[in-house]
């Protein structure tokens, strides 16, 4: 990659104006100044024509296969929604059609600039084997809760096959698994306990939805006496490898326990705004020092998985809920979806930043366009003007995925058309 | 335009699943299913091929010229903001560089599908100009305040001006003219009576800044003893043809004297997050009939002119703000950036929607896209998940200015170079 601004995103804030990167294989050789570049030995040069270069975005919360149901039903009570749209339209998924649906979302994020993903959801092999033939990053893992699963059925089969993906995918270069039991609100202590449990024994991510509505918790508070964060205090599931996605609902008290366990947090403004579930208190728990990620969440409560514009929500949405325009800067921003959110996923010794001997994860974004002139300062244009169109090239482990804004492997009219079989299948069952 | 959903936003609604719409010169003259569509006499087709045709958005309140300061200082209190950044950038702006702002702002408007604007700033008449050559229709009006202006020095002049602006402009096909006092802080009682009689005598819409932040409320209930709206109730210049931007600030009351003299309003969501301003009671205000129309603000404090993600953004803002997910639904705010718009600028009878004898300001999106797969309905996907970037075709006053995204009447490499150069002045004024 050559001629662009390299944003590292490295510890330093290492900014580069006129930059090159070199990839070697999987890896990231050598940055530097172009002045200092030299293009021997190098198979093929990206120009990356004065835009910018920097790390793919990282999407630490999603349920990709919700593609399917993009759009389906908005505006309604939660409860309406959930009930009469999402889980009656959950129960006609089957293998295939999470790996379609899962496969239009590894588009729809490559293309915006997501290079790697964290799934929760049904059927997550065929979510793995979307993600490994799209050739995204992806770190995924199958949802666990006390009920029958129309995957798995008993929550037996679903450690059984939690420890299957464990397995099946530990070597592959690109897909990681997760242990994923859904929430404290459908899920058992035992449950909670037991999942905690094998992501400690294959030093593994436990990801949890946790505290996005104050519905919740006061249903954790009637059922064990305590808040959610409190009840998984109790159980003693508290730990750096624990990722909890939302905590829009948190006391102060709860903030400082995610933060002496350092358990990760990842943000999903748009969701928790679309959903009117609350805001999480993103600004507090920084200043505690909690690891912060960003997320989309699933398309039927976003509704797409565009992490520039959930950049640019993020960034305002606490600058006005607590009338400070200086918190979530650009900067900070930016590294949320980026190497916190690599933190986050216990996957930053590899990606989520440009450093020698890293991974090869990287975009570059075209910033010749009137949206984007001029520009002062580059991280203020990702954040808040830049958009998932702008995304030039994308390299994900070393090989170059998309170019000039164009899928390279992927036959993107095959994939959207599966998909649309599958809502008209849907809207047919809901019409009924 | 064939083969595409219509979306009319016409007052029933319509809309037609395979649908066309005939231009004859600048009018729409015909709209109806693709199966009664004739194209004999029709001079150019546009195949819309399965997309969405609909109005062009409407930008009811920006400062177009402003795009020379785009990100330039972000993240920053308000008044280190506007003392150390913006006024000292505005004090080096002229004539033509704020042609050349504005210029660069009509071809982000456009390509992002918006064809028609509101502005208020210096130099408005080169705004004007600006807009008459990119094709895009305008209401522009000269800020007007107490003390000296850069362009016209006393407010005296500043009468004359905005005088000479209407007389210069009165005939002109797709530029309008406003008069703007900029707000009750800077402009005395008496000035705010001169511009409202103006506007009456010439039945133009009158346009002001009004309790954006609860710091102005403050400083005009010391100054008045009154809050904003009850010192202009006070002034006798609430009146429908009166346009207020942000209305962040309001007491109940204040709303109701709004919704019984008329007073339309413009909502401005994602300045007003990002500056912290406080978010605007919007859906108290639409309960109580008043017409809220959508703006994005300049964007030295958005970053962009992107109505897409503006109406994404509202919809999901006052979801969150009020607890009720069933609030500004696709739909409403769809209307206030088409139609409402259009109201609260005057300009309802002749854009805001398609209907026959309009004029023709219609706009195409490319729906073929993986981030707008599966489509179930088109005004959820409008405010949910489609992006500037997914506007092709754009015609307004029945020219064609954009088509497959690219602009036809203008030169958007010399566009861009003119505001790098402008830019570069500005950085280097201001680290000296």
């Known amino acids: 990659m050559t001629n662009g601004t390299v944003i590292t995103m490295d510890p330093h804030g290492t900014q580069i104006p006129d930059g090159a990167v070199a990839v070697k294989k999987d890896r990231i050789i050598w ?34 296969a919700m593609t399917c149901f993009r759009g389906l ?46 799934d929760m959801y049904l059927f997550e092999d065929a979510v793995a084997r979307a993600a490994k033939q799209a050739g995204i990053r992806a770190v995924v893992g199958e949802v666990l809760y006390d009920f029958p699963s129309p995957n798995y059925g008993t929550i037996e089969n679903g450690f059984e096959y939690t420890e299957m993906l464990i397995d099946k995918w530990q070597r592959d270069p690109i897909i990681n698994i997760a242990v994923e039991p859904h ?14 449990n094998i992501s400690w024994n294959h030093g593994i991510p436990l990801i ?3 505290s996005e509505t104050e519905r919740e918790v006061r249903n954790i508070q009637r059922r064990y006496g305590k808040t959610p964060v409190n009840h998984l205090a109790n159980l003693e599931i508290l730990c750096p490898n624990l990722l ?24 999903n403004p748009q969701s928790n ?20 990620a960003l997320g989309t969440d699933g398309c039927a409560s976003n509704n797409d998985l565009d992490m520039f514009s959930e950049m640019d929500t993020a960034a305002k949405l606490h600058k006005v809920n607590t009338k400070d325009p200086t918190v979530l800067d650009a900067a900070t921003v930016l590294r949320m979806a980026t190497i916190e959110s690599a933190r986050a996923l216990g996957l930053s010794q590899i990606t989520g930043s440009l450093e020698t001997g890293k991974k090869a994860d990287i975009i570059t974004i075209n910033t010749s366009k009137p949206h984007l002139t001029p520009m002062y300062h580059p991280e203020s244009h990702l954040v808040y003007a830049a958009r998932a169109s702008d995304v030039d090239t994308v390299i994900i482990n070393g090989e170059v995925i998309a170019e000039n804004g164009k899928l390279l492997k992927a036959d993107i009219e095959q994939i959207m058309e599966k998909v649309r079989t599958i809502a008209m299948e849907i809207r047919t069952a809901q019409t009924k």
């Open 31 to 64: 940055i530097g100044p172009m002045d200092d570049f030299s293009s021997e030995n190098v198979p093929k040069i990206i120009n990356a024509r004065g835009g910018i270069i920097m790390p793919g975005l990282i999407n630490a919360h999603t349920h990709a």
């Open 73 to 118: 039903a908005d505006d309604l009570p939660l409860m309406t929604w959930l009930n009469d749209h999402v889980f009656p339209a959950e129960a006609t998924l089957d293998q295939e059609k999470v790996f379609s649906g899962a496969l239009l979302a590894c588009a729809e994020m490559i293309l915006s600039g997501t290079t790697c993903f964290t």
């Open 183 to 196: 929430s404290p609100y459908l899920c058992s202590p035992d449950l909670l306990q037991k999942a905690a």
């Open 208 to 210: 949890i939805h946790l």
């Open 244 to 267: 909890a996605a939302h905590c829009v609902a948190l006391t102060e008290e709860e903030i400082d326990l995610l933060a002496r366990f350092d358990v990760k947090v990842v943000h």
């Open 273 to 292: 705004m679309k959903l009117a579930s609350g805001i999480a208190p993103v600004p507090a728990l920084m200043e505690k020092g909690v690891c912060v």
